[in-house]
Nanobody, 120 residues
Framework: QVQLVESGGGLVQAGGSLRLSCAASGTIFSINSMAWYRQAPGKERELVAQISSGGSTNYADPVKGRFTISRDNAKNTGYLQMNSLKPEDTAVYYC??????????????WGQGTQVSVSS
């Protein structure tokens, strides 16, 4: 019953900014952790950033200092603020969340993906 819906992707020039949003819907008791992954054409999906239930964050080295992951628990929504974008950031970005619902103690969910394209 839980779904993650992503938005905020688009096409920007190098140095620009985007903010991705990941909204969870359905019967949710809590979102235990959230993360953002990305996958470029022909490459494997890789972890970009993650945030725990307590607010602790981790970032992949290529985005450290440029990206910020956050969450709004009242809205059941996570965000990825992306600044100083580079062409190598071009990928499909996927939201991931571990969620406790009424019927499952914890399950893993994925968003549908949103395209981020950065031109040089």
């Amino acid at each position: 019953q839980v779904q993650l819906v992503e938005s905020g992707g688009g096409l920007v020039q190098a140095g620009g900014s985007l903010r991705l949003s990941c909204a969870a819907s359905g019967t949710i008791f809590s979102i235990n952790s959230m993360a953002w992954y990305r996958q470029a054409p022909g490459k494997e999906r890789e972890l970009v950033a993650q945030i725990s239930s307590g607010g602790s964050t981790n970032y992949a080295d290529p985005v450290k200092g440029r990206f910020t992951i956050s969450r709004d628990n009242a809205k059941n929504t996570g965000y990825l603020q992306m600044n100083s974008l580079k062409p190598e950031d071009t990928a499909v970005y996927y939201c991931n969340a571990k969620i406790r619902s009424w019927r499952i103690a914890e399950a893993n969910y994925w968003g549908q993906g949103t395209q981020v394209s950065v031109s040089s």
